[in-house]
Nanobody, 123 residues
Framework: VQLQASGGGLVQAGGSLRLSCAASGYPFTINGASVDVMAWYRQTPGKERELVAATTKGGKLNIAEAVKGRFTISRDDAKNTAYLQMNSLKPEDKAVYYC?????????????WGQGTQVTVSS
């Protein structure tokens, strides 16, 4: 599985960015594979990676308090893609953002990480 994260960049405080994370490769090249949990994490130097937002295939959402009301997670299961719409960005949102998918195939499931995309917010 390859998870390709994109959409990061430099934005002024108060601005917006939309991150995307698309899964490709095996097992999505065969029928039966799907993604249950799609999640976004972020990490700054010297700190642990923290959950930003997550969504399940069944529609459950988990949004970190620090971004509630500003960030929205969504998904397109036909494209095996997750999105993170980030509005009203603050300097403290600066981090490397990673996507994490729970891949499901038959009776097995496992987690995959994307490579990360840098988000920088200037004050």
């Amino acid at each position: 599985v390859q998870l390709q994260a994109s959409g990061g960049g430099l934005v002024q405080a108060g601005g917006s960015l939309r991150l995307s994370c698309a899964a490709s490769g095996y097992p999505f090249t065969i029928n039966g594979a799907s993604v249950d949990v799609m999640a976004w994490y972020r990490q700054t130097p010297g700190k642990e990676r923290e959950l930003v937002a997550a969504t399940t295939k069944g529609g459950k959402l988990n949004i970190a308090e620090a971004v509630k009301g500003r960030f929205t997670i969504s998904r397109d299961d036909a494209k095996n893609t997750a999105y993170l719409q980030m509005n009203s960005l603050k300097p403290e949102d600066k981090a490397v953002y990673y996507c994490k998918f729970e891949v499901v195939l038959a009776s097995k499931s496992w987690y995959e990480w994307g490579q990360g995309t840098q988000v920088t917010v200037s004050s």
